[in-house]
């Protein structure tokens, strides 16, 4: 367990290496992307991909990756290719600026992929290892920072024409009730014979079992921050995770579809949220599928 020293100290680095990274990899913010991703941005064969973003309110190194998730869709990047998810993660709360966004849960996420050591840079190495902000992963595969634009937009286009050449799974996922704050997502996961190098049996002894997940997050946001390193100015930030269910078991055996219920935050209306489910191996951490589900209110 990492002290507070020492924690301060690890959030001080990492937020100075996205700096760093962020001068020295940064495009200009109306570039076009690249040939590769604007190919691959033009087809949308392969399914959405799930780009996960950890961040924080109290990092001024942030607020540049948050800039690029909002950017995605003028990029050619909509949520039928991608589907960014914030994560506001709570250990920069006791340094200067409590961000209102931020959870426990959400930190425990980012420091599951620490742990399992699953993850890699885009050079293939290991790289930065711990917890750091801003973190972007995309697929549950690799990870860096997420003010490094030019480096997102070739991982989003390499991942995206990654699955052009395999038989990505097919998760169907719908809201099928809306009562008050609850929503309950009914969702369903197929696949090819063999188009997955994944055992999707019920979990057990040596099983690689795959887990449904579901996201509510809160489609804009804008906050005045009056301290800590962003003190003075105003966040305008999208994908904004509020809602993260636990992990449900999903299999492709047929049989009954899994459900999961969420309840968002009172006083946010349905208009203004997004849900994605998403089905993440409990082992590899290797994100498999992902779909961004409509709420209609009946």
């Given at each position: 367990?990492?002290?507070?020293i020492?924690?301060?100290v690890?959030?001080?680095v990492?937020?100075?290496?996205g700096?760093i990274?962020?001068?020295?990899?940064?495009t200009?913010?109306?570039?076009a992307p690249?040939?590769?991703?604007?190919?691959a941005?033009a087809?949308?064969?392969g399914g959405?991909?799930?780009v996960?973003?950890f961040?924080?309110?109290?990092c001024?190194?942030?607020?540049a990756?948050?800039?690029?998730v909002?950017?995605?869709?003028?990029?050619g990047?909509?949520?039928?290719?991608?589907?960014?998810i914030?994560?506001?993660?709570?250990?920069w709360d006791?340094l200067?600026?409590?961000?209102p966004?931020?959870?426990?849960?959400?930190?425990e996420?980012?420091?599951?992929?620490?742990q399992a050591?699953?993850?890699?840079?885009p050079?293939?190495?290991?790289g930065?290892?711990g917890?750091?902000?801003?973190?972007?992963?995309v697929a549950?595969?690799v990870?860096f920072?997420?003010?490094?634009?030019?480096v997102?937009?070739?991982?989003?286009?390499?991942?995206s024409?990654?699955?052009?050449?395999?038989?990505?799974?097919?998760?169907?996922a719908?809201?099928?009730?809306?009562?008050?704050?609850?929503l309950?997502?009914?969702?369903?996961?197929?696949?090819q014979q063999?188009?997955?190098?994944?055992?999707?049996?019920?979990?057990?002894p040596?099983?690689?079992s795959?887990?449904?997940i579901?996201a509510?997050?809160?489609?804009?946001a804008r906050t005045?921050?009056t301290r800590?390193?962003?003190?003075?100015?105003?966040?305008?930030?999208?994908a904004v995770?509020?809602?993260?269910?636990?992990?449900t078991p999903?299999?492709?055996?047929?049989?009954a579809p899994v459900t999961?219920?969420l309840?968002?935050?009172h006083g946010?209306?349905?208009?203004g949220i997004?849900?994605?489910?998403?089905?993440?191996?409990?082992?590899?951490?290797?994100?498999i599928?992902a779909r961004?589900?409509?709420?209609a209110?009946r």
């Amino acid at each position: 367990m990492l002290s507070i020293i020492q924690i301060r100290v690890l959030v001080r680095v990492s937020c100075l290496l996205g700096t760093i990274a962020l001068v020295a990899s940064a495009t200009p913010a109306d570039a076009a992307p690249s040939a590769p991703t604007a190919a691959a941005a033009a087809s949308g064969r392969g399914g959405p991909l799930l780009v996960e973003l950890f961040t924080s309110q109290g990092c001024s190194s942030c607020p540049a990756a948050e800039d690029f998730v909002r950017d995605l869709p003028r990029l050619g990047w909509g949520r039928e290719r991608v589907i960014p998810i914030a994560f506001h993660v709570d250990y920069w709360d006791d340094l200067g600026w409590k961000d209102p966004f931020a959870s426990p849960s959400f930190t425990e996420r980012q420091r599951r992929y620490v742990q399992a050591g699953v993850l890699r840079e885009p050079s293939g190495d290991r790289g930065i290892s711990g917890a750091y902000t801003p973190q972007m992963i995309v697929a549950g595969a690799v990870h860096f920072s997420g003010a490094r634009r030019d480096v997102a937009l070739a991982e989003i286009s390499r991942a995206s024409a990654a699955l052009k050449t395999t038989s990505p799974p097919n998760l169907q996922a719908v809201a099928t009730r809306i009562e008050g704050d609850r929503l309950t997502v009914t969702a369903r996961l197929s696949v090819q014979q063999q188009a997955l190098p994944l055992t999707t049996a019920p979990s057990g002894p040596g099983r690689n079992s795959l887990t449904l997940i579901v996201a509510l997050a809160q489609k804009s946001a804008r906050t005045s921050v009056t301290r800590g390193e962003n003190g003075g100015e105003t966040l305008d930030e999208v994908a904004v995770v509020r809602v993260l269910a636990d992990p449900t078991p999903i299999t492709t055996a047929p049989g009954a579809p899994v459900t999961v219920t969420l309840t968002k935050p009172h006083g946010l209306d349905w208009n203004g949220i997004e849900a994605t489910a998403f089905v993440q191996s409990a082992t590899t951490l290797r994100v498999i599928a992902a779909r961004s589900i409509e709420i209609a209110r009946r």
